[in-house]
């Protein structure tokens, strides 16, 4: 099975602050790779998929990067509707998996 | 518009049983493999099980034999049918829809699933 890391679990920034959030795959995923976007009490919400493409009606300001077993989702420019938590999944074979998430909050 | 929604959640005592259901609408169903997946309380997501359109199911090995997924696609409705509830199978199950490729673009609002005595 693949397991999935994330880092860092918790990410503080302000609004306007460039956020990079890095996913590891435990083995070479190519790039399969999604990454959803989730709030309290909310169901998630995908933002990225394939390492690099956009979700219709994602904003521009997300972006994804990385290929094999590294992965990076990046906030060019961090906006108050952003604060919330991060799941990257690795969508190159059963089981999927999730990373562990990362939140991020207002420093 | 694509819609989920969840019903059939929540408290059941140890060892007992339940029956999501999760009713779509607004795309073709019976064109897409369906996912469960859940998120213990406070905790991260985990893939629970999938159906394809053509039926072939799969599951985590922490649910096989005790979680059955199936899907009537008359009535545009997954379902998961789960035994022998453990405290640790306590989550929000939600349904989701595969584009097509093992990820996933659309989720209903979740189901809550609360095994306790």
């Known amino acids: 099975d693949i397991q999935m890391t994330q880092s860092p679990s918790t990410l503080y920034a302000s609004v306007g602050d460039r956020v990079t959030i890095t996913c590891r795959a435990s083995?070479?995923?190519?790039?399969?790779l999604a990454w959803y976007q989730q709030k309290p009490g909310k169901a998630p919400n995908l933002l990225i998929y394939?390492?690099?493409s956009l979700e219709s009606g994602v904003p521009s300001r997300f972006s994804g990067s990385g290929s094999g077993t590294e992965f990076t989702l990046t906030i060019s420019s961090l906006q108050p509707d952003d604060f919330a938590t991060y799941y990257c999944?690795?969508?190159?074979?059963?089981?999927?998996?999730f990373g562990g998430g990362t939140k991020v909050e207002i420093k | 518009e694509v819609q989920l929604v969840e019903s059939g959640g929540g408290l059941v005592q140890p060892g007992g049983s339940l029956r999501l259901s999760c009713a779509a609408s607004?795309?073709?169903?019976?064109?897409?493999?369906m996912h469960w997946v859940r998120q213990a309380p406070g905790k991260g997501l985990v893939w629970v099980s999938h159906?394809?359109?053509?039926?072939?199911?799969r599951y985590a090995d922490s649910v096989k034999g005790r979680f059955t997924i199936s899907r009537d696609n008359a009535k545009n409705t997954l379902f998961l049918q789960i035994n022998t509830l453990r405290a640790e199978d306590t989550a929000v199950y939600y349904c989701?829809?595969?584009?097509?490729?093992?990820?996933?673009?659309?989720w209903g609002q979740g189901a809550l699933v609360t095994v306790s005595s």
């Open positions: 159906i394809d359109g053509d039926l072939s199911t």
């Open positions: 989701a829809r595969d584009r097509g490729g093992g990820f996933f673009d659309s």
């Open positions: 999944q690795q969508h190159d074979s059963y089981p999927l998996s």
């Open positions: 394939k390492a690099s």
């Open positions: 083995q070479s995923i190519s790039n399969w």
């Open positions: 607004g795309f073709t169903f019976s064109a897409y493999l």
